[in-house]
């Protein structure tokens, strides 16, 4: 396997794939990350989904979890393949392939982002009328963060990357609400507490958060049968935590984000 090793120190990670790519001497081009180890069948599966007309093959990826806390980080964080609808799966460059020339037709990955760059890149080839398919048996397969820290800072930074490139604005303007709204139920629930009223109050806020948490148990069913009863406590509590964490990172990291662009736009 003949391998070329390009070193450029302070690259973000749009520059870095960009110059590989333009580097690249193939009319197609395969994208992982590192840290990841792939599955022997990934870059075949890839090559032959890229068939006439098809100008972007999504792979998957599934978590390599070695530890309880990964196991439930990848449970919470990460979708099982029967959650994906292949129809509107924006591929994550841990596991893409596409055409030179659609990369070339859109400008490549956005260099001006450091994170959320491959959901820019994703748009932008759709917007371009590249044609996509989903491979889910093109399989990465990666580590879990292995603390709530290392988590934090992740989804601060991608949700500071969504506000950077203006994304998921909706998605976004929810979860603020709901931060908003269910401690105010709680309050008023505990306020209210031997009434009927506050009594149903506190039922709604419990029965949200356990919606919330719904998918992710249920991810995380399959792996607690290997695992020990304390493992199992370990594993469930932590599942909440670790929501909440995310979410806290998000909210902080969007405007954070969203201050970046407007400043921009004004210079």
Not at 102 to 129: I, K, M, Q, R
Not at 219 to 236: D, G, M, N, T
């Amino acid at each position: 396997l003949s391998l070329r090793l390009i070193e450029m120190p302070g690259a973000n990670i749009s520059r870095g794939r960009n110059t590989a790519i333009e580097a690249a001497r193939c009319d197609t081009v395969a994208v992982t990350d590192a840290g990841v180890w792939l599955d022997p069948r990934w870059l075949e599966s890839l090559a032959e989904a890229l068939g006439a007309g098809v100008d972007v093959a999504a792979g998957f990826f599934l978590p390599d979890a070695r530890t309880t806390f990964e196991r439930a980080m990848g449970a919470t964080v990460l979708p099982a393949l029967e959650d994906i609808q292949p129809g509107k799966f924006l591929p994550s460059s841990r596991s893409v392939a596409f055409r030179k020339e659609a990369w070339a037709a859109v400008g490549g990955y956005p260099e001006w982002l450091d994170y959320s760059e491959d959901l820019v890149f994703d748009f932008a080839l759709l917007e371009a009328g590249c044609h996509f398919v989903f491979v889910p048996q093109a399989v990465v397969h990666f580590r879990p963060r292995s603390s709530l820290k290392s988590f934090y800072l992740q989804y601060y930074r991608y949700a500071r990357g969504d506000g950077k490139a203006d994304l998921w604005r909706k998605r976004h303007a929810i979860r603020y609400t709901a931060y908003t709204v269910g401690p105010l139920l709680m309050m008023w629930g505990l306020k209210w507490r031997h009434s009927l009223k506050g009594k149903g109050l506190l039922a709604l806020a419990v029965a949200a958060a356990a919606l919330y948490c719904r998918k992710p148990y249920l991810r995380l069913l399959p792996a607690l049968r290997r695992l020990s009863l304390r493992e199992v406590s370990y594993a469930l509590a932590l599942v909440p935590l670790i929501r909440l964490t995310g979410d806290i990172a998000k909210m902080v990291g969007y405007p954070v984000g969203l201050i970046w662009r407007l400043r921009r736009a004004s210079h």
